[in-house]
């Protein structure tokens, strides 16, 4: 028989082994205290004695399919090195152990680039390898083991891995053997690491997300939302992001992506979606304490409301909620009126100009509360009424979420 490398592309047994690792799937462990690392909080989510059931399942199933021969086990630093550690202990056959080392994260994301650290361990030619993952999500890592390995001239060539995404996963190659399906959540602990921290931990921990609350605050002018975006900042200690103020700032500094919005401005062009968006991730990206944001002026319709999700979970955020400050016309037109008073501004000054701008709002605002109702995170707020009166309605509805 000739030596070759069985790189799995369709899925053998999937569904009786998704079946079965249901059972494993378990609930967050709400006997522990919150713990931190840099400056992220992590909730317990896995006992140890969760991890070592799914771990001596993995041994067990790999056992049954190679008691006649000896493989070897590639481990993939550094995650695996503590599931390697106890794979072994449960493992009861002859085998050989050796490493592998790449990297593709850091933080809390993904780089997209897997970089090869350690190679594969030589004298491996028609022997049986089973590579041992810590985790496995969108598949570059393990896209980049199939490529290490295709020159080798293994007799068998297997995966293995203790956690799996597959949510996230690509599906290009057979996972054989895994203990434990997870959802995607950014988890420490067991060898896991956020920022090289919590590699020691017994126990698994996933980014506690209840701390951050993300809003898009609503409002037609006059509504006060600037007003109550700042009440809001300061009692959740929340970044307050308005679009308007975003756009200025970049354009006055000279920044790549305002001297690229000036260009279609100057034109007499909208700004596409995604300049802006461009924008909005620098000023999250650059406010890395925020206990959470406050959108104001954005989204303006369904397809930036998707774009802003599509943000938001690429930093393993969420919208929380989107809060509309609701009032009478008639109320906002004299609040306006008066105003423009005060500032000068001739589009405060004139009722068909406010009432054109009220129309536009009604217009682009419909589609996105559909959008957001459909996701149960659409609110109504007052906004008649004593400013203090209508932060206490707000502080309602935040309170809310963080109890949720």
């Known amino acids: 028989m000739g030596t070759k490398i069985r790189l799995n592309l369709r899925f053998r047994g999937w569904r009786a082994k998704k079946e079965k690792s249901k059972r494993y799937l378990c609930p967050s462990v709400k006997t522990q205290p919150l713990i931190t690392l840099h ?15 799914a771990v001596k399942k993995v041994a067990e199933e790999v056992a049954r399919d190679y008691k006649d021969e000896v493989p070897i086990f590639v481990g993939v630093l550094n995650g695996a090195f503590m599931f390697v550690s106890d794979f072994l202990k449960h493992y009861p056959h002859p085998c050989e152990v050796s490493f592998v080392k790449l990297s593709s994260y850091q933080g809390l994301t993904s780089t997209g680039i897997v970089e090869t650290l350690l190679d594969v361990p030589a004298n491996i030619k028609g022997r049986s390898v089973i590579i041992l993952e810590d985790i496995i999500d969108t598949g570059r890592t393990l896209q980049e083991l199939v490529h290490l390995f295709s020159s080798t001239h293994v007799k068998d060539f297997k995966i293995a891995s203790l956690f799996y995404k597959s949510e996230l996963y690509n599906g290009e190659y057979t996972i054989d053997y895994f203990g434990m399906e997870i959802p995607d959540k950014f988890i420490v602990g067991y060898g896991l690491d956020y920022m090289e921290l919590g590699r020691n931990l017994r126990a698994v921990y996933q980014l506690n997300q209840q701390q951050m609350i993300n809003i898009v605050l609503f409002g037609k002018p006059g509504a006060g939302k600037g007003t109550q975006a700042g009440f809001l900042k300061e009692e959740y200690k929340l970044k ?12 006055k500094n000279n920044t790549e992506m305002g001297k690229l919005a000036k260009s279609y401005i100057d034109k007499g062009e909208l700004v596409p979606d995604s300049v802006t968006i461009k924008m909005l991730r620098d000023e999250v990206e650059s406010n ?14 369904t397809a930036q409301a998707k774009a802003l999700d599509d943000l938001m979970a690429s930093k393993d955020m969420q919208i929380n909620a989107t809060i509309a400050l609701e009032a009478d016309d008639e109320v906002l037109i004299e609040r306006i009126l008066e105003r423009g008073k005060q500032s000068g501004r001739s589009d405060d000054q004139d009722e068909k100009s406010i009432r054109n701008r009220f129309g536009e709002y009604n217009e682009k605002t419909a589609p996105l509360r559909e959008y957001y109702e459909a996701q149960g995170k659409f609110h109504v707020v007052n906004g008649i009424g004593a400013i203090p009166e209508i932060t206490q309605r707000l502080h309602k509805v935040i309170n809310s979420l963080q109890e949720a």
């Not at 307050?240 to 970049?250: A, K, L, M």
């Open 39 to 53: 400056d992220k909080q992590f909730k317990p989510y896995l006992s140890e004695a969760q991890i070592l059931a």
């Open 288 to 301: 890395p304490d925020a206990n959470g944001f406050i959108f104001d002026g954005f989204p303006r319709t």
């Open 240 to 251: 307050h992001i308005s679009t308007g103020d975003v756009f200025r700032y970049n354009i």
